[in-house]
């Protein structure tokens, strides 16, 4: 059930908007402390109140930020926070102390190293359960590490319904890949946690089907006989008759082949960025039509045409999938990479247009930090959603080393205008790397509000901008 303003009051919003641009304002940050280093993060409603509630995983270790890691002794935590809805300039709507999720010291999988976090029905009682994956600890080793899956109880607490051992996971992306009528799951390998071999989980991508027999429970997909337990992404585009290096960092689903005609109708297609090799990502279109997968890379360029010179887009983990063109059935692509914000039109049949930089009107964006703030390394995450309750998607980003956040606002054809930057309040300290970003709407106005993880001070590790 949707929740947000009633029809008249959106509609007048859109006219108002429409043309001025309607700049978004948001309430001074909200904070809220974490467990050590806070990563991923996601929003579902667990209690069927009708609000948005948000799931953080506190990973206790630094491995996920470039160089040397840092071990601590801080349990691996994923953190709960129910909300109530009411969010003024003086209350907030996460009256209670979080849930936790975590393994006492002398379980087995005490070292788990939660990354990525999604809320998800899969059993189709209307009840999201909480999707995790999770790297260790101890890199090079492999306790804890694997996929989870956590159900809340009657009473509010949450226990562990399934738990299937695997190497370090990071990306994670939930949908019905089979078109049975439940929840799939695909997360690909975590390149940082494979030390020996260098990267040989690299490059892959792990599929888990949802148990027709047993809803909710996950059961892994074997591709065809013969081939490897993953989907390799060692092949990337443009194409090359040898692998080249990949290292999936992100992954967005969406069905970017919609207006294609096939047996068996529309499934949704997964796109991974590449950490290793910038200029190179990987498109997986769903051929899916049993409970085996299918998956195969589109015969031609994702761009078309493309540009005069490489454009750097794929070697960050950020990235989103949405219709930027509400009025279009098919889906874009918004990266970002190294400080610019691309934007990739989709012609809903797994080819994108994109105004290289030497267009008039080109389709990158440049994310500016403010002049006292020394961006060392350009890394951030990436949301997409509606800010200023136009109709039109938005887009907002982080910029990790410096205490902001930046928004695009959305012209409603796959255009953008740079709008503002919302800078943290000054107790934060410099250099909190705000990692991950979301866009929920935690008050039910209509207006997305901002929630960015804080992954270097857990003082702070939960932001939250409530639209105004």
Same mark, same amino acid.
């Given at each position: 059930?949707?929740?947000?303003?009633?029809?008249?009051?959106?509609?007048?919003?859109?006219?108002?908007?429409?043309?001025?641009?309607?700049?978004?304002?948001?309430?001074?940050?909200?904070?809220?402390?974490?467990?050590?280093?806070?990563?991923?993060?996601?929003?579902?409603? %667990?209690?069927?109140?009708?609000?948005?509630?948000?799931?953080?995983?506190?990973?206790?270790?630094?491995?996920?930020?470039?160089?040397?890691?840092?071990?601590?002794?801080?349990?691996? @935590?994923?953190?709960?926070?129910?909300?109530?809805?009411?969010?003024?300039?003086?209350?907030?709507?996460?009256?209670?102390?979080?849930?936790?999720?975590?393994?006492?010291?002398?379980?087995?999988?005490?070292?788990?190293?939660?990354?990525? @976090?999604?809320?998800?029905?899969?059993?189709?009682?209307?009840?999201?359960?909480?999707?995790?994956?999770?790297?260790?600890? @101890?890199?090079?080793?492999?306790?804890?590490?694997?996929?989870?899956?956590?159900?809340?109880?009657?009473?509010? $607490?949450?226990?562990? +319904?399934?738990?299937?051992?695997?190497?370090?996971? +990071?990306?994670?992306?939930?949908?019905?890949?089979?078109?049975?009528?439940?929840?799939? %799951?695909?997360?690909?390998?975590?390149?940082?946690?494979?030390?020996?071999?260098?990267? $040989?989980?690299?490059?892959?991508?792990?599929?888990?089907?949802?148990?027709?027999?047993?809803?909710?429970?996950?059961?892994?997909?074997?591709?065809?006989?013969?081939?490897?337990?993953?989907?390799?992404?060692? @092949?990337?585009?443009?194409?090359?008759?040898?692998?080249?290096?990949?290292?999936?960092?992100?992954?967005?689903?969406?069905?970017?082949?919609?207006?294609?005609?096939?047996?068996?109708?529309?499934?949704?297609?997964?796109?991974?960025?590449?950490?290793?090799?910038?200029?190179?990502?990987?498109?997986?279109?769903?051929?899916?039509?049993?409970?085996?997968?299918?998956?195969?890379?589109?015969?031609?360029?994702?761009?078309?045409?493309?540009?005069?010179?490489?454009?750097?887009?794929?070697?960050?983990?950020?990235?989103?999938?949405?219709?930027?063109?509400?009025?279009?059935?098919?889906?874009?692509?918004?990266?970002?990479?190294?400080?610019?914000?691309?934007?990739?039109?989709?012609?809903?049949?797994?080819?994108?247009?994109?105004?290289?930089?030497?267009?008039?009107?080109?389709? +990158?964006?440049?994310?500016?930090?403010?002049?006292?703030?020394?961006?060392?390394?350009?890394?951030?995450?990436?949301?997409?959603?509606?800010?200023?309750?136009?109709?039109?998607?938005?887009?907002?980003? =982080?910029?990790?080393?410096?205490?902001?956040?930046?928004?695009?606002?959305?012209?409603?054809?796959?255009?953008?205008?740079?709008?503002? =930057?919302?800078?943290?309040? $000054?107790?934060?300290?410099?250099?909190?790397?705000?990692?991950?970003?979301?866009?929920?709407?935690?008050?039910?106005?209509?207006?997305?509000?901002?929630?960015?993880?804080?992954?270097?001070?857990?003082?702070?590790?939960?932001?939250?901008?409530?639209?105004?």
């Amino acid at each position: 059930m949707a929740v947000g303003l009633g029809g008249f009051a959106v509609e007048r919003a859109k006219a108002q908007c429409d043309d001025a641009g309607c700049d978004p304002t948001f309430l001074a940050p909200k904070y809220f402390g974490t467990y050590t280093y806070p990563f991923g993060i996601a929003a579902g409603d %667990v209690n069927g109140d009708f609000t948005l509630d948000i799931a953080v995983a506190c990973r206790h270790s630094e491995y996920l930020v470039p160089g040397n890691p840092i071990i601590d002794e801080s349990p691996a @935590v994923v953190m709960v926070f129910e909300n109530n809805g009411t969010w003024t300039t003086t209350q907030h709507g996460f009256p209670n102390l979080p849930k936790l999720i975590t393994f006492e010291s002398s379980d087995p999988l005490a070292d788990w190293a939660p990354t990525e @976090v999604v809320f998800a029905d899969l059993d189709g009682d209307e009840v999201p359960e909480l999707v995790v994956t999770a790297g260790t600890k @101890v890199p090079g080793e492999t306790g804890g590490s694997g996929l989870y899956v956590f159900e809340r109880d009657p009473s509010g $607490e949450w226990f562990l +319904r399934q738990y299937i051992s695997d190497h370090g996971l +990071r990306g994670l992306a939930v949908a019905d890949f089979n078109a049975d009528g439940l929840m799939d %799951v695909a997360a690909a390998y975590d390149f940082q946690q494979e030390i020996v071999p260098a990267q $040989e989980y690299a490059n892959f991508v792990r599929f888990w089907r949802n148990d027709p027999a047993n809803p909710g429970d996950l059961i892994q997909v074997q591709p065809p006989s013969g081939q490897p337990d993953h989907f390799s992404t060692g @092949v990337m585009f443009p194409y090359y008759e040898e692998p080249t290096p990949a290292a999936c960092e992100d992954l967005v689903v969406a069905d970017f082949d919609k207006l294609t005609l096939w047996p068996g109708g529309a499934r949704p297609d997964i796109i991974t960025g590449n950490y290793l090799n910038a200029d190179r990502g990987t498109f997986f279109v769903n051929r899916t039509q049993s409970p085996d997968f299918t998956f195969r890379q589109p015969p031609t360029d994702m761009l078309e045409p493309a540009c005069s010179n490489p454009v750097d887009l794929w070697g960050n983990h950020a990235m989103a999938a949405e219709r930027f063109r509400p009025t279009m059935q098919a889906w874009d692509l918004a990266v970002y990479k190294a400080g610019w914000v691309h934007v990739l039109r989709g012609n809903g049949r797994g080819v994108f247009a994109y105004d290289c930089p030497e267009a008039a009107v080109p389709d +990158r964006y440049e994310i500016i930090p403010n002049a006292q703030c020394v961006q060392i390394e350009p890394k951030g995450g990436i949301a997409t959603g509606d800010l200023n309750a136009n109709g039109k998607p938005d887009i907002a980003v =982080t910029v990790a080393h410096c205490r902001e956040v930046h928004w695009l606002l959305g012209k409603g054809n796959g255009k953008f205008r740079y709008a503002n =930057t919302t800078v943290y309040s $000054e107790e934060v300290p410099d250099g909190v790397f705000p990692i991950q970003v979301i866009i929920a709407d935690l008050n039910g106005d209509g207006k997305g509000d901002i929630l960015t993880t804080n992954h270097l001070s857990p003082e702070f590790g939960l932001a939250v901008l409530i639209g105004q």
